[in-house]
């Protein structure tokens, strides 16, 4: 996946989790350590985020099991070494979409 399309999946649900939270750009941005510029530009895809700014946004969105695994996939990065809850919601996600080990 480019660059390109790694930020705007990412941004994509970035957005997501934060509207469903119900919570603004600058609430969330407060909650990250981030400026509210920072989460306008990551929702709208004009910015790949970096490891620090997706563990960050993971924690402040309280992201826990398959739906921090997914945060971390789209942006192209997971946590390692994973704990059990996660490593075992990897797996489930892999099935879902049908990712298998060969």
Known sequence: MAPDDTAVRFGLELRYWRERQCLSQAWLAGLAGYSPGAVSRLESGTRVPSRQTVLALADALYLTGAARV????????????????????LCTWQRNVGITAD
């Open 70 to 89: 997914r945060f971390l996939s789209l942006a192209g990065m997971l946590e390692y070494p994973l704990d059990n809850d996660t490593a075992a919601a």
